[in-house]
């Protein structure tokens, strides 16, 4: 990839989407390490537009970007305020009825779903193993990565497991977010 035509396309996304006229540098870093496919880990503080650095590579790449969160009020509002820009996305979690969550896994299998927000227990079930491997993939993200580590102070075991990851779906890179990581974690 010819990260000058990328660029451009990016700005171009930027501009439409979020209504910025350019990224900070430690963005485009890691949305440049998401679109050349390179696994990585970003550290941000809050407010530091992490976000944005994985919701806008899943617009530009082809298929769906399947982000890891910990916490269902969490991924309401991440996907409220892509819903309100206009971007297709769901989120996948105990908080929705079954005709709800029967609505959104058709969606996510007729490829209308760019983003798509599932806890790590949910990611571990075999019904979405299976959801997953059935449709085209852009990339995971996990957010609150800290999670992953028993010395984070938000440690949760259900976040060590989602190395299965790797087994399930080869080939798909891996990018972890994080405002709190310390040394240890």
Not at 23 to 39: G, K, M, V
Not at 66 to 81: E, F
Not at 139 to 149: L, N, P
Request: aromatic share 8%; hydrophobic share 40%; with cysteine.
């Amino acid at each position: 990839m010819e990260n000058k035509y990328i660029s451009n396309e990016m700005q171009e996304c930027l501009k439409r989407y979020w209504g910025y006229s350019r990224f900070h540098p430690w963005q485009e870093d890691s949305i440049f390490a998401i679109l050349d496919e390179r696994e990585s880990v970003t550290i941000l503080p809050t407010g530091g537009g992490k976000s944005l650095c994985f919701q806008l590579p899943a617009l530009l790449k082809d298929g769906m970007a399947v982000v890891i969160s910990p916490l269902i009020s969490l991924m309401k509002d991440q996907v409220d305020g892509l819903k309100d820009m206009g971007i297709a996305a769901e989120c996948l979690n105990s908080s929705l009825g079954a005709g709800q969550q029967r609505s959104i896994i058709e969606r996510v299998k007729n490829a209308r779903i760019k983003l798509l927000y599932i806890s790590p227990e949910r990611l571990q079930t075999e019904d979405t193993i299976e959801l997953l491997k059935s449709v085209a993939l852009s990339f995971f993200v996990i957010d609150e990565a800290h999670c992953i580590s028993h010395w984070g102070h938000d440690f949760r075991e259900e976040y060590r497991r989602i190395g299965m990851i790797k087994d399930n779906f080869p080939g798909i890179s891996i990018h972890a977010f994080t405002a709190t990581a310390t040394k240890e974690v």
